[in-house]
Nanobody, 114 residues
């Protein structure tokens, strides 16, 4: 299983970004998937995830601003991030969980300037 994350960048507060995570070696629609983020000095935290029952969960800090979705045909996971804030600055990682293990993408940097 390989996950390739992309879409990060430098934006100003209030702007939007869409992160993508292309999966290979597995079918993204059949597994629990999610986005996490890590800021230096803090633990990696969950941002949003789609559970095995297809329900979606969001961190309180991003509710109403971020949307997680997946395109089964493209085998790709997305994170639409709107109304970005400086505190959203972090490295974002995509994650996939299945019976064979827990898989991570390489991370993509998101920087939000004030």
């Amino acid at each position: 299983v390989q996950l390739q994350a992309s879409g990060g960048g430098l934006v100003q507060a209030g702007e939007s970004l869409r992160l993508s995570c292309a999966a290979s070696g597995t079918t993204i629609g059949l597994n629990a998937v999610g986005w996490y983020r890590h800021t230096p000095g803090k633990q990696r935290e969950v941002v949003a995830r789609i559970n095995s029952d297809r329900s979606a969960d969001y961190a309180d800090a991003v509710k109403g601003r971020f949307t997680i979705s997946r395109d089964i045909r493209k085998n790709t996971l997305y994170l639409q991030m709107n109304s970005l804030k400086p505190e959203d600055t972090a490295i974002y990682y995509c994650n996939l969980r299945k019976h064979t293990g827990n898989y991570w993408g390489q991370g993509t940097q998101v920087t939000v300037s004030s």
